[in-house]
């Protein structure tokens, strides 16, 4: 549920020429990571996501600049504003979400659990709720 995903507080290494954050898979994120990227020059007024992923955990962090990520278990709706390097939200399998007010400049950085498969995608919101109705069973 939208509960199990939060925003979770990662390492901050600062000086004065600038800071670092360092993330580990299993250690300062539940799963282990085997895929990043990142998504840059979002027209303003763009939404992106639009779907949930059956099995995929992931962190969503806000590399640069700021936007909303809009969660939905198919029971519950939360918005998360993400805006700082060292904040990222986890969201586990099963979730809908929705990207929007991206900043200029933003830099919305995702760090994955599994390699790009297409068959893991719910790219309709009927066939999300028709697949996580079908695992509460
Ligand atoms: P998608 O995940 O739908 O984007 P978003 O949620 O940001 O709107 O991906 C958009 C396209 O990019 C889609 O055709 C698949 C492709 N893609 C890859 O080939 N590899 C990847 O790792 C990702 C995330 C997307």
Not at 2 to 20: D, M, Q, S, T
Not at 62 to 78: M, Y
Not at 110 to 136: C, H, P, W
């Amino acid at each position: 549920s939208i509960y199990n995903c939060n925003v979770i507080e990662l390492p901050k290494i600062h000086n004065r020429a600038g800071n670092i954050t360092p993330v580990h898979g299993m250690r300062e994120i539940p799963f282990s990571i085997k895929r990043t990227y990142y998504l840059y020059d979002v027209p303003g007024g763009e939404t992106r996501g639009g779907h949930a992923h059956k099995e995929l955990h992931q962190l969503i962090v806000a590399a640069s600049g700021s936007f909303d990520v809009t969660l939905d278990d198919g029971a519950n709706k939360k918005t998360v504003f993400l805006n700082r390097p060292n904040y990222g939200l986890y969201v586990c399998p099963g979730i809908w979400r929705d990207l929007s007010n991206f900043s200029s400049g933003a830099v919305l950085l995702v760090l994955a659990s599994m390699k790009y498969d297409e068959t893991d995608y719910l790219r309709s919101y009927q066939e999300f709720l028709n697949f996580i109705n079908g695992s509460r069973l």
